[in-house]
């Protein structure tokens, strides 16, 4: 199912961007399967500190636990951008989940929709803002191939073969059925408290 459920996404959809594990990232990954029905969800967390600030250019220079240095831009979205000090720790939460629904004799259009929203801090807060959306996509059903383990799906731009692994989804799956991919995603990023020094220690 799981195979099923990368394929058509990916397919279908066109244009879902794939999950790319982040350096400097833990990172976790679960798959939930079902007849006719799997998701699999993706997780990381990346803690960096803040190294160096240009407020003229509104950039941060970050430095991740392995080492990692990276300048990035920061858009207008993060309000309290003059509240962020050198020595401050950000964090950045990552999340994806992975949809693929089989719909028995499904009557709906072929389509692809999406939706976004985002949130920021308020005024006197820590920086922070936060993001996400959407992507969902319908497709038929055109051709099942049992032998050869191969679902053609025709989504709203092409259509696309898929080679299944499981022999158990694929007896469910028939011409005149849809296939429905949800693909959602989340990020959000916050400024922490830098962690107090440890006192030296003196004999």
Do not use: C, H
Not at 54 to 74: F, I, M
Not at 78 to 84: H, L
Not at 160 to 166: A, C, I, S, T, Y
Request: glycine share 6%.
């Amino acid at each position: 199912m799981r195979k099923l459920i990368l394929s058509a996404a990916i397919a279908a959809a066109a244009s879902i961007p794939a999950y790319a594990q982040k350096p400097d990232a833990t990172a976790e990954k679960v798959t939930e399967t079902s007849p006719g029905k799997g998701t699999i969800t993706n997780t990381a967390k990346i803690t960096a500190s803040v190294e160096a600030i240009d407020s003229a250019a509104r950039t941060v220079t970050l430095k991740g636990p392995r080492g990692k240095v990276v300048t990035l831009a920061v858009g207008p979205e993060v309000k309290n951008f003059a509240q962020v000090k050198v020595g401050d720790r950000v964090v950045v939460r990552y999340a994806e989940a992975l949809t693929l629904e089989l719909k028995k004799d499904g009557k709906e259009l072929r389509q692809r929709s999406e939706r976004e929203g985002s949130a920021v801090a308020q005024p006197g807060e820590r920086p922070g803002a936060a993001a996400g959306r959407q992507i969902t996509v319908i497709a038929d059903v055109t051709a099942v191939d049992r032998k050869k383990m191969i679902v053609t799906l025709r989504g709203p731009k092409q259509t696309v073969d898929l080679k299944l692994r499981d022999p158990e989804q694929i007896k469910l799956v028939k011409i005149g059925d849809q296939v429905e991919a949800t693909y959602q995603e989340a990020m959000a990023v916050s400024v922490e408290p830098a962690p107090k020094a440890k006192a030296a220690v003196t004999k």
